[in-house]
């Protein structure tokens, strides 16, 4: 597609419960980003990958998260156990070259995680 | 104090009229910013980049950046209903040099008829 696609858009889960968020990035954009954005706040980084590698993974808020990109283009992210501050909107970016670059970065339209 | 600091609005302006936004940021070291524009449910959708001093524009968009006072401002000229929407100032940081993007927590424009 043109875009970055994530799936699903929308996920409720019972708290306790494991998921997965699913994204696509552009296709040939080297770099991953996934952010988590709250309601009423800016997005906030949770971690980078460039290419299949995890560069950065200093804003994942706890050991229940986890994310990989095994062959360098769709990306996951697992939530464990999870739980009600869990809840929010998580975005997926990509962008073409390696980051810090200045490079601008694509936005998915998200998946709106919410934990009962 | 926020690394990227936004007033939250909303922000109310007629019509036609020129809607400012402002951003401020602690990181002196700071190279690379950014505004996205984000309609309510949707994703971030990149308006402006800026990197040097100055003024940038782009049609109804001028984006300045004053490294030395640490600020970033969008002027929007001729504003149409159609803006109103969030927009989220941020710039590219952290020490691991990956291009990770930090926000504020974005200032809402209403553009009323």
């Known amino acids: 597609g043109a875009g970055v696609s994530q799936s699903p858009r929308y996920k409720v889960a019972k708290r306790g419960q494991d998921v997965a968020l699913r994204c696509d990035p552009i296709s040939g954009h080297v770099s991953l980003f996934w952010y988590q954005q709250a309601l009423g706040q800016g997005p906030e980084f949770l971690t980078y990958f460039q290419n299949e590698a995890q560069l950065d993974k200093s804003g994942l808020p706890s050991d229940r998260f986890f994310a990989e990109r095994p062959e360098g283009s769709v990306s996951t992210l697992k939530i464990q156990r999870t739980q009600q501050e869990d809840s929010a909107v998580y975005l997926c970016?990509?962008?073409?070259?390696?980051?810090?670059?200045?490079?601008?970065?694509?936005f998915g339209d998200g998946t709106r995680l919410s934990i009962l | 104090q926020k690394e990227v600091e936004q007033n939250s609005g909303p922000l109310s302006v007629p019509e036609g009229a020129i809607a400012s936004l402002n951003c401020t940021y602690s990181?002196?070291?700071?190279?690379?910013f950014f505004w996205y524009r984000q309609y309510s449910g949707k994703s971030p959708e990149l308006i402006m980049s800026?990197?040097?001093?100055g003024d940038k524009e782009d049609g109804r968009f001028t984006a300045q950046l004053n490294k030395a006072s640490q600020y970033v401002s969008l002027l929007i000229r001729d504003s149409q209903p159609s803006d109103s929407a969030t927009y989220l100032c941020?710039?590219?940081?952290?020490?691991?040099?990956?291009?990770?993007?930090?926000f504020g927590q974005g200032t809402t424009l209403q553009v009323k008829p």
């Open positions: 800026i990197y040097s001093n």
């Open positions: 990181d002196r070291g700071s190279q690379s």
């Open positions: 970016a990509s962008s073409f070259i390696a980051g810090g670059l200045g490079q601008p970065q694509h």
């Open positions: 941020a710039r590219e940081g952290g020490s691991s040099n990956t291009g990770k993007l930090i």
